[in-house]
């Protein structure tokens, strides 16, 4: 079976920036936040604000006075606007501002005698809260039919709800047109909305099969999927991946999955996941087994382990190192391993504690990694005893010490009150900071204490390679990962910075690492591997753009293409020595 993701899956610039503005004030405020219903429809969402301590209420009466309330995207009318108002609330106004586009051009036509005819839902907050805007003066309409019951007006205006069917607004404008010649027409559809629903038709036509993820209470979601109906094509509207039709989704050879305007990008990579475990299920045993043993290399972070390993191996010829011993393989795989695997332990008591769904492929495989990862730990440390070195094992003790304490309250209460928090990961952007600076250390820096070895001007070259490489992969992991940061309250780069600006840096350190490459080789510091190892900032720079393109979307193909950046420093250095 064939999956293909559609360009346009996922948030939409107004919901993107109603939660963002939520968000942000979760951060500042203390005290209770309010939304003035849903702050966008999907459910999901709105559960996980709701472990956060945002309180939905339709009632400013069950609001406490002085607190923050917080306007959905779909906006409100002026008379609710008024209600909150003397309720003495501080209103953060989340309207989208296509939608409040729509309430200006009501109140001001309708000032002027027009009536407002609105193409919509009429029990949708959006639609609520344009009536309210056109003062007595506004008329739901659905369909040509509603219109033409509608009695006669001596000046008209036509509207629509921004997530509209384009189609339906078009044949409603044209009867409009011919009755009322002079009717004063906006095209109030949001081009997001207008873009989706034109992908998603020439994107139904060419799959057997289109998956629509969203809330089933999302209009603009439920659009979506009509549309693909009314092209013929099966279509699955479901909210999450245990929603799927296992039975009925597998007999179809090419399925699509789209998404509403308000559908994180969690919610859609957990479909993709799902449908892929379906897909193993048709496919021959020796396939399966390959699969499988794949995506349990990489959930359970040995396939990491083992790129760390030969990333290892590759910058310490880098460095020149005469005799690589094989102790300081097994402390980078262990290290790694264990690391990541413990990190790996409190991202699933996040996603417990704020109900995200973790994929069930990788909640199977948790309990076998916790084993392993403390068998990896004691390994490291018996290994890190072996050596000739005191300096390497204190060294590895403090890197060991430094990674099991990022997760854990490491200062007292009272103190952390002050701080802003009691632990490392507390740290505004500290997890791929502190994440790249021990890769270098274990990879780079260890093997040269370990071999008795003094730093030379090579050695910290390597170590910038390595915190660069590992920097990238670590941030563009939290790009994926940046919508549910941001719901549970993680202030990761991505989430700072905001995507575009955390992409462009990516890709200028990339462009950074190959000239640091390039100019320490040709300057002698670097041997000539370091002219092969310009292939590595050029695959980072192919899987940046892969993901941009979406093509990496799935969970386990992102990491494994990513993570293939670690496998390839090993080939580059077989061939570099082969050459020689």
Known sequence: MKIILAKSAGFCMGVRRAMNMLLERMQKDDGTVYTYGDIIHNPQVVDIL???????RN?????AEGTTVTIRSHGISPAERAKLEERGLDILDATCPHVHRIHVIAKRRAGEGYDIIVVGDRE??????????AGGRGHVVTSVEDFDALPGFEKVCLVAQTTQNMESYRLITEAVRKKYPD??????ICGSTGQRQKE???FAERVDALVVVGGHNSANTTRLAEISREVGTPTFHIETEDELDAEAIVKFRTVGVTAGASTPNWLIRQVLDKLVELDLERRGLIYRILRRAGRFLIASNLYLAAGAAVFTWCISHLQRIPEISWQSLVVSFCYIFAIHSTNTYYKQREEDLYQLGARRSRRKVWRVVNTLSWIAGLTLIAVGATLPSWLAFAVLLVAIALGLAYGFAIVPRSIGKILGGRKLKDIPASKDVFCALGWGTVIALFPVLAGGHGAIPATWVAFSVVVLVVFVRSTLMAVKDVQRDRAVGKETIPVILGLDKTKAILVMLTVFLAALLGGTTFAGILPPLGWWMLAVPAYMLLYLALYHWRVTEAEYTCEGVVDGAFLLTGVLSAAYLLAR
Do not use: F
Not at 124 to 133: C, D, K, P, R, W
């Open 183 to 188: 009717a004063q027409v906006y095209e109030t």
């Open 200 to 202: 998603v038709r020439e």
């Open 124 to 133: 949708h907050s959006e639609v609520t809260g344009i009536l309210g805007a």
């Open 50 to 56: 709701a472990e956060r301590g945002v309180i939905s």
């Open 59 to 63: 009632d400013p009466a069950e609001m």
